[in-house]
């Protein structure tokens, strides 16, 4: 199973971006997700999670503003991220977890997604 993330890149203040995590292989269901920013110099910070019973929760700093959402026919989660702000500028890194076919059996996996660069500035 791999993770391919997208969406990032440079808006205003004000803006929106939709960041994706795919995920594929032998990709059996995606289960729970959650989006960690880090910026330099700093650990990764979790801004939101979605877990199994699709439950959702978000950091403080982004209540109100992002959303967290998974497609079950494309094996990918979302971050919507609306009215962005420079705070928001930072490394946005996925991590996603649910079950892959191994030859007939279901294995849990957990995986990173390569990082994606969110630069808010005028």
């Known amino acids: 199973v791999q993770l391919q993330a997208s969406g990032g890149g440079l808006v205003q203040p004000g803006g929106s971006l939709r960041l994706s995590c795919a995920a594929s292989?032998?990709?059996?269901?995606?289960?729970?997700c959650k989006w960690f920013r880090q910026i330099p110099g700093s650990g990764r910070y979790q801004v939101a999670q979605?877990?199994?019973?699709?439950?959702?929760n978000y950091a403080d700093s982004v209540k109100g503003r992002f959303t967290i959402s998974k497609d079950n026919a494309k094996n990918t989660v979302y971050l919507q991220m609306n009215n962005l702000k420079a705070e928001d500028t930072a490394a946005y890194y996925c991590?996603?977890?649910?079950?892959?076919?191994?030859?007939?059996?279901?294995?849990?996996?957990?995986?990173w997604g390569q990082g994606t660069l969110v630069t808010v500035s005028s």
């Open positions: 979605l877990d199994s019973g699709g439950t959702t």
């Open positions: 292989g032998s990709v059996y269901s995606v289960n729970a």
């Open positions: 991590f996603v977890e649910g079950y892959y076919n191994d030859d007939g059996a279901l294995n849990g996996f957990g995986l």
